[in-house]
C-alpha cells in the first residue's frame, strides 16, 4: 500500500485511513469519542510500496484528508 494507491481507492469519500503497513480505509467522519485521536508513535509501520512513509499500526490508523 502507499499513500498515493490509498487515495486514489478512497476518491469520493473525505478521509482515508493507512493501517498495518498494507490496510486502506476510506471514510467521510471521524468518531473521535469512540476512538480517540492516539500518539503519533503508536503508528509506527512502514508502507509496504513506501517503507520510508508510516502506514498506522497495529489497531492505529494514520489518518488523511482525500
Given at each position: 500500500?502507499?499513500?498515493?494507491?490509498?487515495?486514489?481507492?478512497?476518491i469520493g469519500y473525505k478521509y482515508l485511513g493507512l493501517q498495518y503497513a498494507?490496510?486502506?480505509f476510506c471514510g467521510n467522519h471521524l468518531n473521535h469519542r469512540v476512538y480517540p485521536q492516539s500518539s503519533e508513535l503508536q503508528c509506527n509501520m512502514g508502507c509496504t510500496s513506501e517503507p520510508?512513509?508510516?502506514?498506522?499500526?497495529?489497531?492505529?490508523n494514520s489518518v488523511y484528508k482525500v
Amino acid at each position: 500500500m502507499s499513500l498515493a494507491k490509498c487515495r486514489h481507492l478512497c476518491i469520493g469519500y473525505k478521509y482515508l485511513g493507512l493501517q498495518y503497513a498494507y490496510q486502506c480505509f476510506c471514510g467521510n467522519h471521524l468518531n473521535h469519542r469512540v476512538y480517540p485521536q492516539s500518539s503519533e508513535l503508536q503508528c509506527n509501520m512502514g508502507c509496504t510500496s513506501e517503507p520510508h512513509r508510516m502506514c498506522g499500526g497495529v489497531w492505529r490508523n494514520s489518518v488523511y484528508k482525500v
